[in-house]
């Protein structure tokens, strides 16, 4: 059997794990972000051109295949 204090340790390491997974996402995301506009522009989302809205999916891959 575990011992009383065991389960309250895990508990506690699981909730700063999880604390810090978030804060992680957040800051690539904000980084994503940076990296996507260009210097001196704000976040507000602009209109994506007719030619990237066609019906394929989006690409997702780390290195994506060029034409």
Do not use: H, I
Request: charged share 35%.
């Amino acid at each position: 059997m575990a011992k009383p204090g065991k389960a309250e340790k895990r508990a506690a390491r699981s909730a700063r794990l999880s604390a810090a997974l978030r804060e992680n996402l957040k800051r690539r995301k904000a980084q994503a972000r940076a990296r996507r506009l260009p210097s001196g522009q704000d976040s507000t989302p602009q209109s994506v051109p007719e030619e990237a809205q066609s019906d394929a999916s989006p690409e997702f891959r780390r290195n994506p295949v060029r034409e």
